[in-house]
């Protein structure tokens, strides 16, 4: 890796390919220019330099207070006085009164529409346009291409089209239909072709009968294309109609989803950008989605193809007139958190400057290109999810950020909106106090287990041994933090103006059970929720039409209730010794294998996110919250000596192996086995033997460190 060359600017030191990127690239068009740029970013770097390093102390501070209460009362733990010491050293906070959120005009797809919501890092230009570009997507592609249909027998799929399996497509994609947009005594099994184009939809069936939609509200007209657009739930629909193309009596070719309504770009945890030049190209690849130029060149299966944004789709609606509709999500990005830094820039000390105060910045420089061009009457904002914020003071240091940002940029106030991930213990027992402090800037919460899981054991690690893993989603603290995060978000008025998120769906090759259960994230009154990929963002979308989440959130306005106490319920392994040799030794090695099968990519080939087969060999999409709670759950049982350090090196090198043999056919791999001395090994036994001393239990310190010194080769 060539060295960083540095100029000098205003007593900083700017990497000279950043300054060019934002000379040369960023700041054309713009009325700002990149002398005046660097300026603003120098002066708010020191101005924030020293709360920055406060808050962190502060949840430094914290933390050791409740290690020593823990040590102190190990053998005499009192629910009631371990409530008291959060209480007086300010890590339990009181109550606010009730208020609501008052954020201003935002896009309609925060407010009103309720759907599906991808993750996609920003380092890798391909899969971001694939997550952009899934506002659409193909509901029989999804229903064939995956295990809804079981891959087996006379449904299986094979090189050439399986025409049952396309048949079966069809009539359940028919059958959804008949359910969310029905007819009128008739089924879509039955359409022939569409009678007449005018303010009523009229359907001729295959035996010439002509019928209409049960509800013509839903009709909302043709596209040019002659597909037709129906509207349920606030949600789109497009019946393609071709009886040359379709595979089954009826003339339906496909039909079209408004699958993933918003996208997160993020520069955060599935994202791995260590060197100045990964993080230059992340900022690139986000000015190319913002300017709307942002292409792929890949090949595939011996095809050279070019990815780009898609188009607008354009229709004709019920009384002739012509209108678009977005081809693209809604754009949310999310920074790193307040922890990070970058040598992008150094300060004035020298040292690198506080990576999300860059973020806001160059992200808020980048977004100034299509706020500028935004009619007066339209919402005009941009959406920055947050993560890893301890409590609301961290809260109302990323609105002063943002104030700061907007002034040096010449935005309006409150342009950038803040979406407040509620993955930090201190957060979730203060979540009313975190959302008052933004809350005329607040458009976003959700829940994310894995960070919220490792944030719970890490703060507690001196408490006691955690129970297993796949025990801690049963213990009073789980089901009070995702119920919380509802009741708590519309009480305070969330309702109509703001995103209420849950987490990811892990497997993506396991449709059929993400259709199965995913539901529940709606019945528990969460208007969007994550999903790994496109096709799972179109499946998804089936459960938004299904079911009507804005009228269960009315349910849960009525009867609001929060459970603070419960949140604080430590998920503590009771008895050591009900746990058998086997059992202790099966855990360690999910664990190791979790962490070597996600470490070996990030370090070696700087992949933050994808699919990493488990020990059962079923691919899960994972980032560093998974790791986080796999380290720091071996980390709490090395401590309190439920394993040994002699049994948690013995896993790793079989989970090695294992992880070698499941990556063979990755040409770029770097075999761990038999040496053990590569650094993406090291780096993974580090985060298990250096975890308790990790700050908060993050894990971007000890890969940050080795991923340096794998790019030195």
């Excluded at 657009?229 to 497009?238: H, K, T």
């Excluded at 609105?399 to 909106?417: Q, S, Y």
Aim: proline share 3%; with cysteine; net charge negative.
């Amino acid at each position: 890796m060539a060295k960083n060359s540095y100029s000098s600017f205003n007593k900083h030191n700017i990497d000279n390919n950043f300054y060019k990127f934002i000379d040369q690239e960023v700041v054309s068009g713009l009325k700002i220019n990149a002398d005046d740029f660097f300026n603003s970013i120098c002066s708010i770097v020191e101005e924030l330099k020293e709360e920055n390093e406060g808050l962190l102390q502060e949840r430094d501070n914290l933390q050791l207070k409740i290690d020593n209460w823990h040590v102190k009362n190990k053998d005499n733990f009192s629910f009631k006085d371990y409530k008291e010491l959060l209480i007086d050293i300010g890590y339990l906070l009181p109550e606010p009164d009730d208020f609501a959120i008052d954020v201003g005009p935002v896009a309609e797809e925060i407010y009103n529409i309720a759907g599906p919501q991808l993750v996609v890092p920003v380092s890798n230009d391909r899969f971001l346009l694939n997550a952009v570009n899934a506002r659409w997507g193909s509901l029989f592609d999804a229903f064939y291409g995956t295990d809804v249909i079981p891959n087996k027998g006379d449904m299986a799929k094979s090189s050439s089209l399986n025409l049952k399996r396309a048949n079966k497509t069809v009539e359940i994609a028919c059958d959804f239909l008949d359910q969310v947009v029905p007819l009128e005594g008739a089924s879509y099994r039955q359409i022939k072709c569409v009678e007449e184009n005018t303010n009523k939809l009229l359907f001729k069936l295959n035996n010439d009968k002509i019928v209409a939609l049960a509800d013509n509200e839903k009709y909302v007209g043709i596209n040019k294309d002659g597909g037709i657009l129906l509207r349920n739930n606030n949600l789109l629909i497009e019946v393609v109609l071709d009886q040359n193309a379709s595979y089954h009596p009826s003339a339906i070719s496909d039909v079209i989803l408004e699958s993933a309504i918003t996208t997160i770009v993020d520069f955060e945890d599935s994202a791995s950008t260590v060197s100045n030049d990964e993080k230059v190209r992340a900022y690139r690849n986000y000015l190319g989605l913002i300017k709307g130029n942002l292409k792929s060149n890949f090949v595939k299966n011996g095809k050279s193809l070019t990815r780009k944004l898609n188009n607008e789709k354009v229709y004709i609606d019920t009384n002739g007139k012509k209108d678009n509709l977005s081809g693209i999500s809604t754009i949310l990005v999310r920074h790193v958190g307040i922890h990070m830094t970058t040598d992008l820039i150094q300060d004035i000390d020298n040292k690198p400057i506080f990576e999300g105060v860059l973020d806001a910045m160059v992200t808020g420089l980048i977004a100034s290109h299509y706020l500028k061009d935004i009619p007066k009457n339209a919402p005009s904002s941009m959406y920055v999810v947050k993560p890893k914020l301890h409590g609301p003071k961290e809260v109302a240091f990323t609105v002063k950020l943002f104030a700061l940002v907007e002034k040096a940029l010449g935005l309006n106030d409150k342009t950038i909106k803040i979406g407040i991930m509620d993955e930090e213990r201190r957060t979730s027992v203060n979540l009313k106090a975190c959302i008052k402090e933004a809350k005329d800037r607040v458009i976003f919460v959700n829940t994310g287990f894995l960070d919220r899981t490792g944030d719970e054991i890490h703060t507690s690690m001196l408490a006691g041994p955690m129970r297993r893993k796949e025990n801690i989603k049963k213990e009073a603290w789980y089901s009070a933090y995702e119920n919380n995060n509802v009741a708590i978000g519309l009480q305070s008025g969330f309702y109509k103006r703001a995103q209420i998120g849950k987490g990811m769906w892990a497997q993506p090759d396991q449709m059929r059970e993400m259709l199965d259960t995913k539901k529940a994230h709606l019945e528990a009154g969460a208007n969007c929720a994550w999903v790994p990929s496109p096709t799972a963002a179109t499946l998804h979308a089936t459960h938004y039409h299904y079911f009507d989440v804005f009228q269960r959130q009315q349910q849960i306005i009525n009867d609001i209730n929060v459970d603070r106490d419960s949140l604080l319920d430590i998920p503590l392994l009771k008895d050591t010794t009900k746990l058998s040799n086997e059992q202790i030794i099966t855990e360690i090695e999910n664990n190791a294998h979790s962490i070597l099968g996600y470490v070996v990519r990030w370090i070696d080939q700087g992949i933050g996110c994808s699919k990493v087969q488990n020990i059962d060999h079923i691919g899960l999409m994972e980032d560093r919250a998974t790791l986080r709670i796999s380290s720091q759950h071996m980390a709490n049982w090395l401590h309190h000596k439920v394993c040994s350090d002699q049994q948690v090196i013995a896993a790793f090198e079989k989970m090695a192996r294992v992880v070698d043999e499941q990556n063979k056919s990755d040409e770029n791999y770097k075999k761990m086995a038999p040496d053990y001395n590569g650094y993406a090994y090291l780096a993974s036994l580090a985060l298990v033997f250096e975890g308790k001393q990790q700050p908060n239990g993050y894990t971007i310190g000890i890969l940050k460190k080795f991923r340096q010194k794998a790019l030195a080769i």
